[in-house]
């Protein structure tokens, strides 16, 4: 899924900004693409903004969307063709050590922030509000919010919880924030929800779904659902104009996501049910530090080839 930059498309390229576009990119050398690699890879398109996705799900089309926190994963991420990247909460326990993501705060996400939107060229940048940062008021909400399109750079924000938002989340997009809602698992309140747990089985369904409904009504760009069978997330799905993003939600959403070290097999223990691993980066950076240390202490790193 790709913006369109044919004249006759709803979703033709858009206007240079009024007051100059910012840095020019930095030049690279070209490199023969991959054979595998997808056309949104190979032709990077203009920015993705919220009417990009919007129209994927009214095309049938599909879209990826992944954390990055920091320049790397991020430069590479977009060149991959990765249409979303989600400046998470989650780096609390991928970046910062923590065990959850209850102990980040705006101050440590926001320099991720500026790492990742400095570092992509086309993808959509998405910033979690974290814990604490938006839940006593909409002016709250709002403050935290304009923190991180204006100092992070983030095109787009993310808030966690149902209907009961659907306000806060009215304030936000008034002031200018674009906001993508998530609902079912919220890993925010997970001692409230009573641990890692699946939302929406049976009767509970129909909550998601008036979340959805109402998140969206009150002007949320899109909607991702947690740990939510594949059941009720395709009825939530249906129940709404805007494109939905799924993690631990089955194949009927517009959109996937996970987080990238998970996917890429950087993390270690258990991995969750939803998570498909693509790579094993733990064991490629473990052989490649122990080959490193025994070239240090038997003398053989630096040889002549690497000195002056």
């Not at 009961?164 to 925010?188: D, K, L």
Request: hydrophobic share 45%; charged share 20%; with cysteine.
């Amino acid at each position: 899924m790709a913006p369109s930059n044919s004249p006759d498309s709803p979703l033709s390229a858009e206007l240079p900004a009024p007051y100059g576009d910012g840095p020019a990119p930095a030049a690279s050398a070209p490199s023969a693409p991959s054979p595998a690699a997808t056309p949104a890879a190979a032709k990077p398109a203009g920015r993705i903004r919220t009417h990009h996705l919007r129209q994927a799900k009214l095309n049938g089309e599909r879209f990826a969307m992944l954390t990055a926190y920091d320049q790397y994963a991020a430069e590479i991420f977009d060149q991959a063709g990765i249409e979303v990247l989600l400046v998470g909460d989650s780096a609390s326990n991928n970046v910062f050590g923590n065990e959850t993501s209850l102990p980040v705060t705006v101050d440590e996400l926001l320099p991720l922030c500026r790492a990742v939107t400095r570092s992509a060229r086309r993808a959509l940048v998405v910033a979690d509000l974290p814990f604490g940062s938006y839940e006593v008021s909409a002016g709250q909400a709002v403050a935290t919010g304009v923190r991180f399109l204006k100092e992070g750079g983030a095109h787009a924000v993310k808030i966690e919880g149902g209907k009961f938002y659907a306000e806060t989340v009215r304030a936000m997009v008034q002031a200018g924030i674009p906001v993508m809602a998530h609902i079912g698992f919220t890993p925010q309140s997970e001692h409230a929800l009573g641990g890692y747990r699946v939302q929406g089985r049976g009767d509970d369904a129909q909550r998601l779904i008036e979340d959805a409904v109402a998140l969206a009504d009150a002007g949320a760009f899109c909607v991702l659902m947690e740990m939510v069978p594949a059941p009720t997330a395709a009825a939530v799905d249906a129940a709404v104009e805007v494109p939905t993003i799924g993690i631990g939600a089955g194949n009927a959403t517009t959109g996937q996501v996970l987080v990238w070290q998970d996917m890429a097999g950087l993390r270690g223990g258990k991995m969750a049910k939803f998570v498909k691993q693509y790579a094993d980066l733990r064991t490629t950076l473990s052989e490649a530090a122990r080959a490193y240390g025994e070239d240090v202490r038997s003398g053989q790193f630096p040889g002549p080839e690497h000195s002056f």
